[in-house]
């Protein structure tokens, strides 16, 4: 059988495809840039040439993007996994402890559960949410008391960034704007959400990895 020429990266994930694609727009991205330093082009083959070089230059930031999304998706996957399964089962507890309350009519108490269940839908449409293309913020990150002075400021540039995407999904169930619902994600049924990119976002933030990975506690094991 011949020899299939593959690329895999530490993820698992296989980057063949990919890695070639982007070689390919890359070298005949030289090639235009060569062509165009000629003084001696014709107009209309210098306009056809730069029309066809930012095309390529699109296209190879299309797969570079797609390349960073399908690493950073295999890494964290497991990690969203448990986060997911983890906040659907408080939002299950939340809405029966809404029920509940609902049925002793104390409003105080339907207050206090609809408050709850509220977190709770934030936590799974964060999970749902975030980006692929990004490194995953935990929901739930590690304790961690003994952190030096670089690592303090990393968790509390972290900390801002999970509490401004919660933000950002949260206005979307304000807004009715969710592309699915909680019901159909408590009933297990598939949902799949386009990637999406961090708005404004100029960096990445690189916290300390007992901060920024997920806890997966004993019972998610074991459900």
């Known amino acids: 059988m011949p020899k299939t020429d593959r690329r895999i990266d530490r993820s698992g994930t296989d980057l063949s495809d990919v890695l070639g694609s982007s070689a390919r727009a890359r070298k005949k991205i030289k090639s235009i840039e060569g062509l165009l330093q000629r003084d001696n082009l014709p107009a209309d083959v210098r306009i056809e ?20 999304t399908q690493k950073r998706a ?58 692929k ?47 699915f619902t909680f019901e159909d994600a408590l009933d297990g049924k598939t949902i799949i959400v386009d990637n999406i990119k961090w708005p404004e976002q100029t960096k990445e933030i690189d916290a300390p990895t007992a901060v920024a990975e997920a806890v997966v506690e004993e019972d998610d094991f074991f459900e």
């Open 49 to 68: 040439k730069e029309r066809a070089l930012k095309a390529l230059q699109a296209d190879l930031k299309n797969t570079l993007f797609k390349l960073k």
């Open 74 to 131: 295999k890494k964290y996957h497991m990690v969203r996994f448990f986060e997911r399964k983890k906040a659907l089962r408080k939002l299950k507890q939340a809405k029966k402890a809404l029920d509940e309350a609902t049925e002793t009519a104390v409003k105080k108490d339907i207050k206090k559960a609809r408050r709850a269940m509220h977190h709770c839908q934030v936590d799974v449409a964060y999970v749902f949410m975030f980006p």
């Open 133 to 179: 293309s990004e490194k995953y913020i935990s929901l739930y990150p590690a304790e961690n008391s003994e952190l030096d002075d670089n690592e303090k400021k990393g968790k509390l540039l972290t900390d801002e960034k999970r509490l401004e995407f919660k933000k950002k999904v949260e206005e979307l169930i304000e807004s009715d704007r969710l592309p």
